[in-house]
């Protein structure tokens, strides 16, 4: 996991674009997520079109988001976006794409 400040290096214009792109994904592709002690995992529908905005997407929050760890795991018919971070920075991440923590 990245040793880096939790913080976000987007302007507030790119953040909503972000966060329309991220809305857009899902919309079309997403299948759910599961939440774990150390991750958040956003699951996709296995499909070209998908993966290749999922990766740019992921390529994008490597630059702004330092602090969170992300892995691209294909199986069968879903691709999981598995995001990790530190035990204070993993409920920004779960905040941040839509998931709540179990309690």
């Known amino acids: 996991m990245p040793d880096a400040p939790i913080a976000c290096t987007l302007s507030a214009a790119e953040l909503g674009e972000r966060g329309v792109a991220w809305s857009e994904l899902t919309s079309r592709w ?20 998908a993966l290749a ?29 598995v995001m990790r971070a530190t035990p204070q920075g993993l409920p920004i991440v779960a905040e941040m794409f839509g998931a709540t923590l179990p309690d």
Not at 30 to 49: E, H, I, K, M
Not at 56 to 70: H, K, M, N, S, Y
Request: glycine share 8%; aromatic share 6%; charged share 35%.
């Open 30 to 49: 997403g299948r759910g997520s599961t939440l774990g002690p150390d991750s958040v995992v956003l699951s996709f529908a296995r499909d070209p079109g």
């Open 53 to 81: 905005r999922l990766e740019r997407l992921v390529d994008q929050e490597r630059e702004c988001c330092a602090w969170i760890d992300f892995e691209i795991a294909e199986r069968d018919q879903i691709v999981d976006l």
